[in-house]
């Protein structure tokens, strides 16, 4: 029985981590229209950035938890910044010619994996800032994964508080319904492909820091989330935040139970199964409309 609960809460944690990368991801397809295949590498990177920054805090002989603070704020924003700078360079070109954009996301993809493998060839880890744990259910349960799941719920929330308070969430939302009318109105269009390019990566860097204590860091550590990403965004309704949210939870919480009693390999393919059979019902997905076929 307690493994079955430590295995349920380990897919709930999880479930707020994928359902956060996938509002990345879908608010980077929702106003560019770009097919994003680099974002599981820009989780990657703010796992290596926060790592790097530990590092070059360590000669300051400040306490971990203060130091992983630190990174938590810096390494979401570096990425941000760094793909709001690729945006402009690589992609706003190319941005109405959908073949090209994911060819040149995943060249960029493969670039920042091979670079971090170089740089870093082994595997890092980064110890957790929490050390505590809490009972659950009479089960004693790491608070650090808590606050994890915590942390994902309050990005999420802030993130949805701003697109639809923000002057800036008024841009996106009127780019994401038609771009042409939104310029012509006086939207600053190329502005709002950059922010909304760097705030979704910024997304998947600040996934990749929280989740960086849990597990290893590498080089192709982005490639499983890229796949759940993509899963939950497909399957929940491209645009929609409140699908993937409930396709994360379906798709990590039978994963989880089913690596219970079989193979965790075996029990990720019925779970994709499962997501697969959701997507014959409703090929538009949980929440998608007929026009995102």
Do not use: C, K
């Not at 050390?131 to 999420?156: H, K, N, Q």
């Not at 990566?201 to 990403?229: K, N």
């Amino acid at each position: 029985m307690s493994l079955v609960l430590f295995q349920l809460l380990n897919a709930f944690v999880w479930s707020w981590v994928v359902a956060l990368i996938a509002l990345g991801l879908n608010l980077v397809y929702g106003v560019l229209r770009v097919i994003n295949v680099a974002h599981g590498a820009f989780y990657m990177l703010g796992a290596v950035v926060a790592w790097a920054l530990i590092q070059l805090a360590a000669p300051l002989d400040l306490p971990h938890p203060l130091a992983f603070l630190l990174a938590l704020i810096a390494a979401p924003l570096s990425v941000g910044a760094a793909a709001w700078l690729i945006e402009r360079v690589s992609l706003r070109p190319i941005i109405d010619r959908p073949i090209l954009t994911i060819i040149a996301t995943f060249g960029l993809m493969l670039i920042l994996e091979q670079t971090v493998q170089e740089l870093i060839p082994s595997v890092r880890t980064i110890g957790s800032p929490i050390a505590e744990s809490v009972p659950v259910f009479g089960l004693r349960y790491p608070l650090y994964r808590l606050l994890v799941a915590a942390a994902a719920l309050a990005t999420m929330v802030i993130v949805g508080v701003a697109l639809r308070r923000t002057r800036f969430g008024l841009w996106t939302r009127a780019v994401r319904q038609n771009r042409e009318l939104a310029l012509s109105l006086g939207v600053p269009v190329p502005r709002v492909y950059g922010l909304a390019f760097g705030v979704g990566s910024a997304l998947a860097a600040l996934a990749g820091v929280l989740t960086a204590p849990i597990v290893t860091v590498h080089a192709h550590m982005g490639l499983d989330v890229l796949i759940d990403s993509f899963t939950v965004v497909i399957v929940g309704g491209l645009g929609s935040l409140g699908g993937a949210v409930i396709a994360a939870f379906l798709y990590r919480m039978s994963e989880g139970l089913l690596s219970v009693w079989i193979d965790p390999v075996l029990a990720r393919a019925l779970a994709l199964a499962l997501m697969a059979s959701i997507l014959v019902l409703r090929p538009q997905g949980l929440f998608g409309h007929e026009r995102d076929t």
